[in-house]
């Protein structure tokens, strides 16, 4: 049988966590021929553990063939000591009439601290996808706290708001979602985003412009709040829409994406105008091995162009507002 891949989970109590953990235990992530060795950070409470415990007894009772081993850890050395592949999840959530921006130093001490511990701890190809919000700012924070290790390691998850357009196109086209291809996500994972239609595909062929600008206009708008209209109509984040594309942001990652264009936010070659370094929604395509490569051709129109230096100048403030905090 092959070596089990090594897979870190932080925020494993909270509602995404919960979500995202049987589907990578069942094989979803990585195909059912590669065991999981599952590693799950404990916030160290009584609370915690108990509901950890709780949480662990269930996988334990799924019984999945492909969960060779499970652990908690209440330090973050531990935790990712050899992880290949980590999901940075735990953060303060946003509440309703919060802003990302609200959740900037809340959170950025959290991952300032897991990037170093991943710095020092983690195998040198590890793969890791932040979710936990402002997910970009909070890649960014990790990434620079983790010199040793090569910035395209670190990504963050734009992957949600692609499937939310797709879903939204498919809803106007009143088609299956499935054939809906090349839609991407520009920028922060925030509501200056721009879910770019243009090059949208169904079942292979261009979709001839069936859009008025007014759809457009209230498209943009409805992708970029969605996760502010859930919060609103839940009473909580969105939880397993966020962990199902956390899956497939992961999954085309390591595995492949087939050819189809996925948003990721990625640290910037300097595509487009993006200072290098900055972590932004581009469209990519993953060749497997746990690679990427960010489309650099796309044509731009001064309208597009305008749309990603506003979405450019919010991380541009992000990470100013952080800078204590990265080396
Ligand atoms: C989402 O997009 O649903 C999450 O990132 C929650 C949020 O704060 O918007």
Redesign the pocket.
Known sequence: MTRPIRVAVTGPNGSIGYAILFRIASGELFGKDRPIELRLLDRNTPESRAKLKGTMMELSDCAFPLLTSMTAYNDEYSLFDGAECVFLIGAQ??KDGMD?SDLLRLNGEIFRKQGKALNDRASRDVRVLVVG?PCNTNALIAMRNAPDLSPECFSAMMR?DQNRAMARVAEKLNVPVGGVEQVFVWGN?SNTMYPDIRFLRYNGRRVDDQFDEAWKESFIKNVAT???Q??KARGA??AAS?ASAAIDHMRDWILGSQGKVCTMAVPSDGSYGIPRGLVFGFPCLCPGEGRYQIIRNMPMTPEVNARLATTRDELIAEARAVADLMP
Do not use: C, V
Request: aromatic share 0%; glycine share 14%.
């Open positions: 959530p946003r990302r919000n949600l994972h969605r996760g502010g859930i919060i984040s969105s966020a």
